[in-house]
């Protein structure tokens, strides 16, 4: 006899759900996950780690806040909002002075080879390399459409490159968040590439941390 898995509500914390009485509502509607995203490190995670934690006390409620890393990956730095469609040509860099600067990208783009895909904004937009020029990549939009922003992130489907899954920064913020008394329950990996990335985080956050928060791959970067 089939008998359907319980549904786990996750809601993730930004801009238009950041205060106590949002948090509240979600509480009263069975939110039993709350995802910070730290790639964003310009928010106030540990306020926002704070309220929830106040408002799950005053509602006898047991939440979880997952703290979600964003890796080594590439991202675009602080760019204008670029919309992007089927068919156009654009160009990403490592040119500081650039339009669409991309952070990290110099480390990598030896690995890039010209027909490979990029993906953006998690698969939705797929474009093809055409050329590697220097600082600059030349891109061709094959399929989607979307806008562009400061911080989205950059898939490489089709190149052999390792990211680590967690960086000293990463690890500098929790400790940081753990000295004011705002500890993570758990911690949200992507780029996993094997078992060996699991366990070198593990160790690394062991090392940083005084506490043991749980892991879990977010294979949904993985495209």
Not at 68 to 84: E, G, Q, T, W, Y
Not at 126 to 140: F, P, Q, R, S
Not at 165 to 193: H, R, Y
Request: net charge neutral; proline share 4%.
């Amino acid at each position: 006899m089939y008998t359907e898995s319980p549904k786990i509500i996750m809601a993730t914390v930004g801009p238009k759900f950041e205060t106590k009485e949002s948090f509240a509502f979600a509480i009263e509607n069975n939110c039993l996950f709350f995802r910070l995203p730290f790639s964003y490190r310009e928010r106030n995670h540990g306020e926002h780690i704070s309220l929830i934690r106040d408002v799950a006390k005053s509602k006898c409620r047991d939440v979880s806040i997952l703290a979600d890393l964003p890796s080594a990956r590439p991202r675009m730095s602080k760019i204008a909002d670029f919309d992007v469609s089927e068919g156009l040509e654009f160009t990403i860099t490592w040119n500081e002075n650039g339009k669409l600067y991309v952070n990290n990208l110099r480390q990598i783009i030896k690995y890039l080879r010209n027909d490979e895909h990029i993906k953006f904004l998690d698969g939705r937009i797929v474009c093809k390399i055409k050329e590697i020029n220097g600082y600059d990549i030349h891109l061709l939009v094959e399929s989607g459409n979307g806008t562009l922003k400061s911080n989205n992130s950059l898939v490489f489907p089709e190149s052999k490159i390792h990211f680590s899954p967690i960086t000293d920064v990463d690890l500098a913020f929790l400790k940081q968040l753990e000295n004011q008394g705002k500890c993570v329950d758990w911690i949200a990996l992507s780029m996993i590439s094997d078992s060996d990335d699991i366990l070198t985080a593990k160790t690394e956050l062991q090392k940083a941390l005084n506490y043991a928060p749980k892991i879990i791959d977010r294979k949904s970067t993985r495209l």
